[in-house]
C-alpha cells in the first residue's frame, strides 16, 4: 500500500502544542516540538476506531497481546531478543525518567548527559533536585562525537549515580556505535554509574546507519526507555515502556511507579502500540524514505542558499541540528527574530544546554510544502541579517 505523506492535513484548533500556541499569530510555520504532521499509520487508525465504537472507556490492564507486540518488535526490528517480565508499562519516556531517578538518586547527587541534549533532561533532574553534571560532545567538520576521557572524570565522581543516554540522540541526530556504546557501559560499570537509555527515535533511522539498543551491550547495568510516540506519531496517547533486564532493578522501578501513581495505561494508547508494532511496518518504511528525502533537501537548500549556515547530516531522528554562530547572534535572539520577522518557530539551541548556543533546532517532519515554506522564510530572514 503506498501512503501519501504529502498530505497537508490542517493541524489549527485541534489543541494542538506544535500549531495552536502561536498567540494570535495565524501565519506562523511551526518546525519546533517534536511531532510530525502526517497522520498516524493505518492500522493504528482502525485500532483506535474499534475502541472507540465500543464506546465503554473505563480502567484497562497490559494485555499478553501488549507485552509480545513489544518483544516481537524489539527482536525483529533490532536484533534484540527480550523478555516479558523485563518490561513495564510507563505513561512516557520524561515520566519514567523521573521515577528512575527518584528511585536511584538522592537529593543532591549527580545525573550525566551528553550536552548539547533534549532539554526535558535538565528539567526532569532539576525538578527532582538532582545536579546536573555534563559531558560535552565534541564536533569535528560537524559530526559528533564523545569525549571519553572526560566522560570518564566525570563519572568517576561518587555522586554521579546515573547516566542518562540519549541514543539516537537528540538535537544532533548521532546513531551511537556498538564501539562507542560498548566503551559508554564499561566505564559506567567501572565506576556503578547506572545507565538509563532513552531510545524513543530508536526507529527513525536512516540508510547507512545501524541503530544498536543498549542492552544488546550490557542488559543487567541498564534501564531502557522505549515508545512508539516518535515512531507512529502518536505521542499524544502517553504510553511508554522501561525495559530492564535486571529484577532488582525493575522491582525498584516498579515501586516508584506506583508511588507516583503511573501504572494505568489509556485504553487508546495499549490498542495503538499493538497495533502500530504488529502491523505499522510498511508505513513505518515509506515514512523513513519520505524523511530521508526531507532531510537531502533540507541539506541541499542550505548549501545552496545559506551557505553561512552548518549542518551535517542527521543519521536519525526528523530533527536538524543547525550551526548559526556565523551569524555572530545568541539562539535566543536568533529564534526572537525568526519568530516575529518572519513568522517561523523553531528551537532554540541553547534550551540544549550552553553548548547549543548558537545553533537552532528545526522539526522536518512535515511535508515537502510546509518544509519549504519553512526554508525559504529562514532564507528571508537570514537575508535581512546581513
Known amino acids: 500500500m503506498k501512503f ?34 502526517f497522520k498516524a499509520a493505518d492500522p493504528v487508525i482502525r485500532a483506535m476506531e474499534h475502541k472507540l465504537a465500543h464506546g465503554v472507556f473505563g480502567y484497562a490492564y497490559i494485555p499478553d497481546a501488549y507485552y509480545e507486540a513489544e518483544m516481537n518488535w524489539w527482536e525483529k526490528r533490532h536484533h534484540c531478543p527480550i523478555e516479558k517480565d523485563w518490561i513495564v508499562f510507563t505513561p512516557g519516556v520524561i515520566p519514567a525518567l523521573a521515577v528512575v531517578i527518584q528511585a536511584f538518586t538522592s ?21 527532582n533536585e538532582r545536579e546536573i553534571v555534563e559531558n560535552e560532545l565534541v564536533s569535528q567538520d ?4 564523545i569525549d571519553f576521557e572526560d566522560f570518564e572524570k566525570k563519572a568517576e565522581d561518587d555522586r554521579v549515580k546515573l547516566f542518562i543516554l540519549c541514543n539516537p540522540h537528540n ?3 548521532r546513531v551511537w556505535s556498538k564501539e562507542e556504546l560498548e566503551r559508554l557501559a564499561e566505564i559506567c560499570r567501572k565506576h556503578n554509574v547506572l545507565v538509563i537509555a532513552d531510545e524513543i527515535h530508536r526507529d527513525l533511522v536512516f540508510g547507512g546507519s545501524t541503530f544498536i539498543p543498549f542492552a544488546a551491550v550490557d542488559a543487567m547495568n541498564s534501564i531502557t526507555c ?3 510516540s516518535k515512531t507512529f506519531n502518536i505521542a499524544g496517547l502517553k504510553t511508554a515502556n ?66 553561512r549556515l552548518k549542518v551535517s547530516a542527521p543519521e ?13 547572534i545568541n539562539s535566543e535572539e536568533l529564534g526572537r527574530r525568526l519568530y516575529e520577522e518572519a513568522g517561523l518557530r523553531i528551537n532554540e539551541g541553547n534550551m540544549y544546554g550552553n553548548a547549543g548556543d548558537g545553533f537552532i533546532r528545526v522539526n522536518i517532519g512535515c511535508t515537502r510544502e510546509v518544509l519549504t515554506e519553512g526554508l525559504e522564510r529562514l532564507e528571508k530572514a537570514l537575508g535581512q541579517l546581513n
Open 4 to 37: 501519501d505523506f504529502d498530505e497537508r492535513i490542517s493541524r489549527r484548533n485541534t489543541n494542538s502544542q506544535k500549531w495552536d500556541t502561536a498567540h494570535g499569530k495565524d501565519d506562523v510555520v511551526p518546525m519546533w516540538v517534536a511531532d510530525m504532521d
Open 107 to 127: 537529593p543532591g547527587d549527580k545525573v550525566l548527559i551528553q550536552a548539547p541534549v533534549y532539554n526535558a533532561f535538565y528539567g526532569v533532574i532539576s525538578a
Open 142 to 145: 560537524g559530526i559528533y562525537g
Open 171 to 173: 538535537p544532533v541526530g
Open 226 to 228: 522505549t515508545s512508539p
Open 242 to 307: 522501561i525495559v530492564t533486564a535486571n529484577s532488582e532493578l525493575k522491582d525498584k522501578i516498579k515501586h516508584a511507579l506506583h508511588v507516583n501513581g503511573l501504572h494505568d495505561p489509556n485504553n487508546f494508547g495499549v490498542e495503538a502500540l499493538i497495533a502500530a508494532y504488529n502491523e505499522g511496518e510498511e508505513w513505518l518504511d515509506q515514512l523513513l524514505v519520505y524523511l530521508e528525502s526531507n532531510r537531502d533537501y533540507f541539506l541541499a537548500f542550505v548549501e545552496e542558499k545559506l551557505p
Open 316 to 328: 536519525a531522528t526528523y530533527l536538524m541540528w543547525v550551526d548559526c554562530r556565523s551569524l555572530g
